[in-house]
Structure formats: C-alpha cells, structure tokens
C-alpha cells in the first residue's frame, strides 16, 4: 500500500511568512509524529497525535509552530512568522501504536524541505 | 541535555569491512532501541530494533549489541557493501504507553568504499 507522503517536497518562503506542511499518513495508522531535522542535529521531535487523546505538544520549540489533525488521518503543521533559523526538513512519521508498550515501527515520509530566506 | 549520544559523526570504511556506529543513552527508563537508515532525499527507514532483554541481535549483515549496564549500544554491519552507504541514527524511547516517539542521536554518515 502507500506510504507517507508529504507536501510539498520543497517549500521556499520569506522570512515573516506563515507556511503549512501536510502529511498524510498510511491509512488506518492512528498515531502520527511531526520530526525536525537540521544539518547535522540529527532529528528533534516536535509533535505526537494518537487517536482522539490531546497531542503531546512538548516538542515544539516555540508557539510560532502548531499542528492539528483532521478526522484522524491528515495532518497539519503551521510555522507562522517564519524565522531563517526554522530552515530544515520537516519529517512526518506514522505508526499503528496498537501494540502495547508503544513498539510499533513508525513510518516515515520524504520530508518537505523549508528554506527561509 | 542530549539524552542519546551517537559517534562517530563520519565513517568511511572499505567493502567488505566492518562498519561500527556507538549509542550512549541516559535515561535508564529508555527500553526500547531501534536503528533508523537514511538514504540522501528519503525519510529514514527502520532496520533493526533491541529492547533490554537481550544483548544483541542479528539480522543478517546487520546486529546489535546492548550493554544496559553500561547504557550503551551499537550497531555493527558486517561485509559492508557501498549500496550501505547512507546515515544511521539511533534512537530510544520509554515504551510504557502505545505510539511513544522516539529520541534519536544527531545520525553518523557511513561511506563505504568500493
């Protein structure tokens, strides 16, 4: 079946600008994560959804960045007032976090790179 | 505070040699330790997982060794082929609830010669 996919692939932007990134997971995946990764600084976690529970926002690095998810499947993450240092691939992962102990491989998209100028 | 800290950055070894990337890890109430490959434009891919209750397992080229005491882990890639040429990370997380995302160290970048 597909996997994740992510739009768009690159996105370009002018500093002060507000970007969405989209990520559609695999379907019937109920758990969704949103990664950040910067040259050489591996990849930071930025947002987890599971099912219908509150998102773990606790990686998000500033309330510039936002995300939500629509009906379960297609997410959403916002950067508004884009800043040159949010320059980065952004990766979205999916997983069907119905085994216990959270061990289910998480599948991750292409990644949409950002580019603030 | 980095909870999970990989080297080298960079490898180059030659094909068929042995490729060894290192994990050091804080939290002890980490269980749950995958490996992740990444090819140049694709998202990273998992290739082999441990968890405490064991020191090392083998997937064909590819194990891992698990030293809990030590809080360290390691992946080695036996017979090392230029088609392994791509960034490795690993990764740890607490897998008391479902869908737990995952700490990953900054990645190591492995060329393989041919």
């Known amino acids: 079946g597909a996997g994740v996919s992510q739009s768009p692939s690159n996105k370009v932007t002018e500093k002060g600008k507000d970007v969405e990134l989209r990520c559609d997971p695999i379907?019937?995946?109920?758990?969704l994560y949103w990664y950040r990764q910067s040259l050489g600084q591996g990849l930071e976690f930025l947002i987890y959804?599971?099912?219908?529970?509150?998102?773990?926002k606790s990686g998000l690095p500033s309330d510039r960045f936002s995300a939500e998810r629509t009906g379960g499947s297609v997410s959403t993450l916002t950067i508004q007032r884009t800043q040159q240092e949010d320059s980065a691939v952004y990766l979205c992962?999916?997983?069907?976090?119905?085994?216990?102990?959270?061990?289910?491989?998480?599948?991750f998209g292409p990644g949409t790179r950002l580019t603030v100028l | 505070q980095q909870q999970v800290k990989q080297s080298p950055q960079s490898l180059i070894v030659q094909k068929g040699g042995i490729s060894i990337i290192n994990c050091a890890y804080e939290?002890?109430?980490?269980?749950?330790f995958p490996w992740y490959q990444q090819f140049p434009g694709k998202g990273p891919a998992l290739l082999i997982a441990?968890?405490?209750?064991?020191s090392e397992k083998k997937e064909g080229r590819f194990t891992i060794s698990f030293n809990k005491s030590a809080k360290q882990f390691s992946l080695h890639i036996m017979d090392s082929q230029p088609g392994d040429s791509a960034t490795y990370f690993c990764?740890?997380?607490?897998?008391?609830?479902?869908?737990?995302?995952?700490?990953f160290g900054k990645g190591t970048t492995l060329s393989v010669s041919s």
């Open positions: 990764a740890a997380s607490r897998s008391n609830q479902a869908g737990t995302a995952l700490i």
């Open positions: 939290n002890t109430a980490f269980d749950y």
């Open positions: 992962a999916s997983s069907l976090a119905g085994r216990p102990g959270g061990r289910d491989t998480q599948y």
């Open positions: 379907s019937g995946h109920t758990a």
């Open positions: 441990i968890n405490p209750d064991v």
């Open positions: 959804f599971q099912g219908n529970s509150a998102p773990d």
